[in-house]
């Protein structure tokens, strides 16, 4: 019952947010129909409802009325947290009425990249967004960068768009005095990786997230 009710709490707040959002565009002294926007939401924030019962969490997100989520744990296995595998994400949120528009990956090396792609084409998805890097990983990012553009290489003769998404440690300056955020930015092919800029991290770095956007214009297809 617990459970049940902290699903029906978060699912209220997620549907009173989302509700708003549509309204923008109306304007006062409008008569036009407001135009129609399409709105998801990212999986990570109900994971402990999908881990409880996955099919559940992903029918009643999909009642709400959202038109598509990201996932997220996608990985060179193709098995998702809970064990659930690509075919079975896809056809789960399908039925639900809703589609998956973008993956969060784990971090993972270019010659893995094929393994990626595979399950990215069985969710449908349109991007697949590395999301984290480990404390162990989160060095060497020169390499780091190298590695994103042969896997964003991969991914565009796929068809699929493929990206980075930060959080407030790239922002730390290394050794060197060098800010990790930058370095990628600075070494990854616009035409390969893009950036999905989670505003919240900026702002929890003490970052000004306009400033680069401004300063790395058409980087950021992605924002959150």
């Excluded at 009325?65 to 998702?80: A, R, W």
């Excluded at 094929?114 to 480990?134: N, T």
């Excluded at 050794?175 to 600075?186: R, S, T, V």
Aim: overall charge negative; glycine content about 8%.
């Amino acid at each position: 019952m617990n459970s049940r009710r902290e699903f029906l709490k978060k699912s209220a707040l997620m549907a009173a947010g989302a509700s708003t959002l549509p309204l923008i565009n109306m304007g006062c002294a409008s008569t036009k129909e407001p135009m129609k926007k399409e709105i998801g939401v990212q999986l990570w924030s109900v994971r402990d409802l999908l881990e409880q019962n996955f099919d559940e969490a992903i029918n009643r997100i999909g009642a709400i009325g959202f038109d598509y989520v990201e996932s997220f744990g996608l990985n060179p296995t193709g098995i998702f947290p809970g064990l659930v595998t690509a075919n079975k994400y896809e056809r789960t949120v399908k039925a639900a009425g809703m589609r998956i528009a973008s993956s969060h990956a784990s971090y993972f090396q270019a010659e893995e990249a094929p393994l990626v792609i595979e399950s990215a084409q069985r969710l449908d998805v349109d991007w697949v967004i590395i999301a984290w890097l480990s404390e162990e990983q989160r060095s060497g990012y020169y390499q780091i960068a190298e590695n994103l553009n042969a896997i964003g290489e991969q991914f565009k003769a796929a068809g699929i768009g493929f990206g980075y998404h930060n959080h407030d440690f790239e922002f730390d300056p290394t050794e060197e005095g060098e800010i990790p955020q930058e370095i990628l930015m600075d070494n990854t092919d616009p035409d390969l990786v893009s950036y999905q800029a989670d505003l919240y991290w900026f702002k929890k770095a003490g970052v000004d997230p306009l400033m680069y956007i401004e300063k790395y214009p058409g980087r950021s297809e992605e924002h959150t």
